[in-house]
C-alpha cells in the first residue's frame, strides 16, 4: 500500500497536477484500495489540518509584506540602507542586503521582499553601471533572508505541523539570518573589488538623521513584532495582526494607501496564503496515512542502521533538503517532511527549534535553485531577462548561504542562543 502511495503521488508530480491535489488523489486512492478507512475521514482531515489559531498569523503577514510594498515603504528602507552602507566598495550591493535585512522584519516571505525591493534594487544598480549578473543574483541570494530573520512565514508553518514554539522559532532565526547577510556583504565586497564597482559618498550625519527620521517608522515593524512575542505581550498570531494594523496605519500615515491599492492587497492575500493552507488541508490526510503506515519509524530505522552519528546524519539530512529543495517549493517539501525527519530528530536528541530553522533555511536555499526557482521567475519578470541567465547567475551567491547552513547544523547556539535567553 505504501508502494501504492508513494507511486501515485509520483506520477501526479510528473504528470503535472498542483501539489495540494497530488497528496489528496493519492491519499484517496490509497484510502479505496485499502477498504480498512470510513471516507468520512478524509472531510475530517480536511477540516482539521487548517484548522488552527497560529495559522491565522500567514495572511497577517502577507498583508503586512503587501501593504508595505504597496504603499511606497519599500522606497524609504532603501533610501534608509543607502544611507547606512552606500559608502562600502560596491555600496549599492550592500544597500541591497541591508534593505533586505531590514524588509525581513516586516513581510516574512522570500517573495514579497524580491517583488518590493527588487524592483527599486535593480533599478538602481543598473543606473549606476553594476552589471545584471550581479545585481540579479545579489536580489535574489539576499530576498531569502526575509523568512528567516523574524516574522517568517515558514516558521508559522513550521510550527504548526511539528507543534514547536513558533515565537522561538522566530528569535532563533534572528542570528542565522544576520550571518546571511554577513557572509553575502563579504562576497560583495570580493565581487566590488575584482570589477571596480563604484561606492557612494559617505552620507553627511544631516542627511543620515533624515534618512533614518523619513524611515524611523517603518523599521519599528521588527522591533514592534520581536520585541512583542520577546516579552510576552503577544503572541506570534497577535503579533501578525499588531504587524498589519501597523502597516494600514503608516499606509494612512503617509497617504500612499488608497481604497484602490487595498483592495489589490486582499487579493495578494488570497493569492499567496490561500494555496499554502489548501496544501496543508491536503497534507493532513496525507501525513495521517503516513503515521499509521509508521513511514516516520521506517526512515528512522533506515538511517541509523547506516550510521549512529547525528552529524553525519545531519549531512545527510541536508543534502536531501538541499536537492528536494530545488523541485519542491519550501512550504509543500516542509509539510510532507516534517512528519518524517522530526521523530528522527527527536531520537537524535537535536532540539527541534535548532531542526527547524536549519529545515527551513535548507529549504528557502530552494528558492534559488532551478528548476522551480520561484524567486528566480520573479526576477525574471523584473529584470526581463531570460531565465537561464538569471539563474546562471545566482549560483555563486548560494556558496556563503550554504556555508552558513552548516555553519547552524553543527553550532546550535547560533539558533538556540537567544531563544534561551527568552526562556530563561
Not at 71 to 79: A, E, L
Request: proline share 7%; glycine share 8%.
Amino acid at each position: 500500500m505504501l508502494f501504492i502511495l508513494f507511486g501515485a503521488l509520483i506520477v501526479l508530480f510528473i504528470s503535472g497536477i498542483p501539489i495540494a491535489f497530488a497528496l489528496f488523489i493519492a491519499s484517496l486512492i490509497y484510502l479505496i484500495l485499502s477498504g480498512e478507512f470510513p471516507l468520512y475521514i478524509v472531510a475530517q482531515k480536511f477540516i482539521a489540518g487548517p484548522d488552527s489559531f497560529t495559522l491565522l498569523a500567514i495572511p497577517l503577514f502577507v498583508a503586512a509584506g503587501a501593504l508595505m510594498n504597496t504603499t511606497g515603504i519599500t522606497k524609504r528602507i532603501f533610501d534608509l540602507a543607502r544611507a547606512l552602507v552606500g559608502h562600502l566598495s560596491g555600496g549599492l550591493g550592500h544597500v541591497n542586503i541591508v534593505a533586505s535585512i531590514i524588509f525581513s522584519g516586516m513581510s516574512g516571505a522570500a517573495m514579497a521582499d524580491a517583488a518590493g525591493l527588487g524592483l527599486i534594487e535593480i533599478k538602481a544598480m543598473r543606473e549606476a553601471g553594476y552589471d545584471d549578473d550581479f545585481s540579479i543574483a545579489v536580489t535574489a541570494s539576499s530576498s531569502i533572508i526575509g523568512p528567516i530573520i523574524p516574522p517568517s512565514v515558514p516558521a508559522v508553518i513550521y510550527g504548526t505541523v511539528a507543534s514547536v514554539s513558533v515565537g522561538a522559532l522566530f528569535l532563533g532565526g534572528i542570528i542565522p539570518g544576520l550571518l546571511m547577510g554577513l557572509s553575502l556583504m563579504v562576497l560583495v565586497t570580493i565581487f566590488a573589488k575584482r570589477r571596480n564597482y563604484p561606492r557612494h559618498e559617505r552620507v553627511s550625519l544631516k542627511g543620515l538623521i533624515v534618512a533614518f527620521q523619513k524611515g524611523f517608522l517603518p523599521v519599528m515593524t521588527p522591533v514592534i513584532i520581536i520585541g512583542g512575542i520577546w516579552t510576552g505581550w503577544f503572541t506570534p498570531t497577535e503579533a501578525a495582526g499588531v504587524a498589519c494594523v501597523y502597516a494600514v496605519l503608516l499606509g494612512l500615515y503617509y497617504r500612499e494607501l488608497t481604497f484602490k491599492l487595498f483592495i489589490e492587497v486582499i487579493g495578494q492575500i488570497v493569492y499567496v496564503s490561500g494555496p499554502a493552507l489548501f496544501i496543508l488541508a491536503a497534507s493532513s490526510l496525507f501525513n495521517w496515512i503516513m503515521a499509521i503506515e509508521q513511514v516516520p519509524q521506517i526512515a528512522a530505522s533506515f538511517l541509523l542502521d547506516l550510521t549512529q552519528n547525528k552529524y553525519i546524519i545531519l549531512f545527510i539530512v541536508n543534502l536531501f533538503l538541499l536537492f528536494i529543495g530545488t523541485f519542491l517549493p519550501p512550504i509543500p517539501a516542509m509539510i510532507l517532511l516534517i512528519p518524517i525527519l522530526d521523530p528522527l530528530m527527536d531520537t537524535l536528541g537535536i532540539h527541534p527549534i535548532h531542526f527547524g530553522v536549519v529545515m527551513i533555511l535548507n529549504l528557502m536555499i530552494g528558492l534559488l535553485t532551478p528548476p522551480v526557482g520561484p524567486v528566480l521567475y520573479v526576477l525574471v519578470s523584473i529584470a526581463k531577462l531570460p531565465f537561464e541567465e538569471v539563474a546562471r547567475s545566482v549560483w555563486v551567491f548560494i556558496l556563503p548561504l550554504i556555508f552558513v547552513l552548516f555553519l547552524i547544523t553543527y553550532i546550535p547556539d547560533l539558533v538556540l542562543f537567544i531563544p534561551g535567553l527568552m526562556i530563561k
